[in-house]
């Protein structure tokens, strides 16, 4: 089993910044693609960022320039700095990872809990 822990969220003010944490545990033997989604109230979940076990890294259109995804393999952690933020921005963030596990070395996807970002104007 896989565990996906985030941390980070919170309150903050317009044009401020906040640094996503999401750090997987479990019976791990890979950790493929890392992400982060987002839902805001009344919308459907959708893809901020991405980035491969290699490091490649795709991001929405919206934040674009703004935000930027990494990660330490070696933590098994993948990071989402959010920079000039907008109100639309406020959502519960969600970190995703493909992994592939130690139990017959299947591919799982797996989701963490959620983190509430809330953007004032």
């Known amino acids: 089993q896989v565990q996906l822990v985030e941390s980070g969220g919170g309150l903050v003010q317009a044009g401020g910044s906040l640094r996503l944490s999401c750090t997987a545990s479990?019976?791990?033997?890979?950790?493929?693609?890392m992400g982060w989604y987002r839902q805001a109230p009344g919308r459907q979940r959708e893809l901020v960022a991405v980035?491969?076990?290699?490091?490649?890294?795709n991001y929405a259109d919206s934040v674009q320039g703004r935000f930027t995804i990494s990660r330490d393999n070696a933590k098994n952690t993948v990071y989402l700095q959010m920079n000039s933020l907008k109100p639309e921005n406020t959502a519960v963030y969600y970190c995703?990872?493909?992994?592939?596990?130690?139990?017959?070395?299947?591919?799982?996807?797996?989701w963490g809990q959620g983190t509430l970002v809330t953007v004032s104007s």
């Open positions: 980035i491969t076990d290699g490091g490649r890294s």
């Open positions: 995703n990872a493909d992994v592939t596990v130690v139990d017959g070395y299947r591919r799982r996807t797996v």
């Open positions: 479990g019976s791990i033997y890979r950790i493929n693609a």
